[in-house]
């Protein structure tokens, strides 16, 4: 895919979703089930780099960036966001006029609630791609238990699935 | 284009704007709620540059307008400090120090995970990002039928539920279930009663 596909696919998609982690199905399915560019490991790693690395909830479009077309694919994907960013002063403008429409408000809460269902969609994906036996899949369950319903840090998180992770590589050199 | 506030507001330098707001990008850990924090540290309580009324109607402008939240507020923080160039100024800052540290990150996670002990702890990362995404998923429901009525929350498990089986069994466009979502929720959420109404 050339820059300026990417550049494009990474405007449109910011442009259907409302908040940092409302991209994630749309690029799913642009550069992973459609183009077949993006396998679903390789978004499971820009997710877990967006949690790890610092900055505003969103940037896990910058690795899928990367994984598209390396460093120039990242930096692309970073100024999509900063161009889909920028024309909000638009609404600045006529956001008073908008405000007096119920209906506007009501929409844009429906498309949020369906960012949801579409963000599950990512997850039911990505489960399948990367829990091939119980042992992953128990990885999986107990993060989403951890992270639902304890206010445990997600790095912590992530260092404790890598370092199971390491545990069996280690048993399998021990035994 | 010049503030909107009055001329005797603060109007601090274009240059101490992108690096108050480049502060903010590369010490947001965690997603939304640190960066907003963060923001109102800076904005709020050390700068006084903007009261408790400008910085909460940034946050509600920034809401209903696509993309990241975060960014698009500190677009418009920047606007009402400075102008345009304000505006240019506060995303810059918070987006391009953030993206050459995350751009480095993927980098040294790419090279990590080509030797066999970087592989093996991905192996254990990547069923916990399929569980994490799950998690954010299940709190954003949580968030949204909080405190609604029982027709409002209704509506929103339709929508969710019915936006996961069209990607996912129906296989149609992610573009078409966004427009479609759009304008079930408007039909659902007017008639339930659920949407904030008029300002």
Redesign the interface.
Known sequence: MDLLSLFLVCV??????????AP???L???LG?RRALVPD?DF??A?????????????FV??IG?FVAG?PG??VA?AA??T???P??I??KV??W??????????????????????????????AA??PTPF??A??????????FTSV???L??AG?????????LRGHLG | MTSPLPAEHPRPGLLRLFVVFGKI????????SS?LMLMQRECLDRTAWLDAKDFAYTFA????????????Q???IG?LLRG?AG??AC??G???P??L???L???F??QV?KN??GA??????????????????????RE?IAGQPWASRA??LV??????????LL?V???L??V???????????RSG??????
């Open positions: 449109k998609v910011s442009f259907l979703s409302f908040g940092g982690t994630l199905p749309l799913h399915d642009e089930r490991a499971a790693s997710i877990a780099i967006g949690r790890i690395a610092p900055g505003p909830n969103g940037l910058l690795p990367y460093v990242a930096l970073a966001l900063w889909v960013a920028m909000v002063l609404l600045l956001h008073h908008l405000s007096r429409f119920a209906v506007v408000d009501a929409g844009v809460r429906g498309i949020q609630a369906g960012a949801i269902g579409l963000t599950l969609a990512v997850a039911w994906s990505i489960m990367t829990t992953h899949l990885i999986a369950v107990a993060t989403f238990v951890l992270a639902a840090d997600v790095v998180i992530l699935a890598a370092l199971l992770g390491l545990g069996t590589l | 990008g590369v010490l947001s850990f965690g997603g939304g960066t402008v920034s809401r209903m307008y696509p993309g990241i939240h975060m960014l698009a500190a677009v418009l606007f345009y505006a240019v995303s810059v918070m987006l391009l953030s993206s540290v995350t751009i990150f993927t980098v996670f790419v995970t066999p002990f093996a702890a991905l192996d254990g990362v990547l069923p916990a990002t399929a569980g994490l995404t799950v998690a954010v998923a299940y709190r954003l429901t949204e509506a929103s929508i969710v539920g019915g936006s996961f089986l069209l990607l996912t296989h466009h992610s573009a279930v966004v479609l979502t759009g304008v079930v929720g408007a039909v659902l959420f007017l659920g949407g904030r109404g008029p300002a």
